[in-house]
């Protein structure tokens, strides 16, 4: 079974600043993706950054990038240069070949608050 | 940029009532999902679609729910006889491929069951 982890419930960075949020995950897989969303207030899901197992590079997106430590099972979320608008929930989230046809499983997510 | 469009945004049930939630995927996308998500906990995979039928279903989707494409658009989610413990966020969802895709999601109907 796939699993995911996110050891922060809560975490805080001030404007301008680096955070990095963390996940970890589990799986007998060789062929995963990993994921990670933004759900701000408002309920919506964004979807933000996708890493593949096979990947060697880590992705990037903008000021998100994936720090992708397969040995050590992890794909923390770097947001750089935090703004007040980052503030929400962050789902780190797998899919693996082993699942059928695209599932997502999610962690409990990370609430992230930006101060000025 | 296309997205995944869902109605209602909040709907308001009694209980035993049926409710249905619509969603419009993105019109290249093949892959249809439902998560939910409860107050305050992680979403939760509901069912995937493909092809016309349903590929997999979570223990959740028990005999209340059920999922239909009824036309080229559109994609949706039916409760027969809603329970408080029904009340969460839907979300529908769309991939391009099965596999290691990015899943769009739409923005959610907010299920409130009285």
């Known amino acids: 079974a796939q699993k995911i982890t996110q050891t922060q419930p809560g975490m805080f960075v001030q404007e301008k600043e680096a955070v990095t949020l963390d996940c970890t995950y589990d799986?007998?897989?060789?062929?995963?993706?990993l994921f990670w969303y933004k759900q701000p207030s408002s309920g919506e899901m964004i979807f933000l950054i996708y890493q593949g197992s096979y990947d060697e590079q880590n992705a990037t997106e903008g000021r998100y990038s994936l720090n992708f430590q397969k040995a050590r099972k992890s794909a923390n979320l770097v947001i750089s240069a935090s703004q007040l608008g980052d503030s929400a929930m962050y789902f780190c989230a797998m899919s693996s070949r082993g699942s059928t046809l695209g599932r997502l499983y999610f962690g409990r997510g990370t609430q992230l608050t930006v101060w000025p | 940029e296309p997205e995944v469009t869902q109605t209602p945004s909040h709907q308001v049930t009694q209980m035993g009532q049926e409710v249905i939630l619509r969603c419009v995927p993105i019109?290249?996308?093949?892959?249809f999902y439902w998560y939910r998500q409860i107050l305050g906990q992680k979403v939760e995979f509901l069912v995937s679609f493909y092809n016309n039928e349903i590929s997999e279903k979570s223990e959740i989707f028990d005999d209340q729910f059920s999922v239909e494409r009824p036309d080229g658009s559109n994609f949706t989610l039916k409760i027969r006889s809603t329970k408080l413990e029904d009340s969460a966020m839907y979300f529908c969802?769309?991939?391009?491929?099965?596999?290691?895709?990015?899943?769009?999601f739409g923005n959610g109907t907010r299920l409130t069951v009285t």
């Open positions: 019109s290249n996308h093949l892959y």
């Open positions: 799986t007998s897989d060789q062929s995963y993706g």
């Open positions: 969802a769309s991939s391009e491929t099965a596999y290691n895709s990015p899943l769009h």
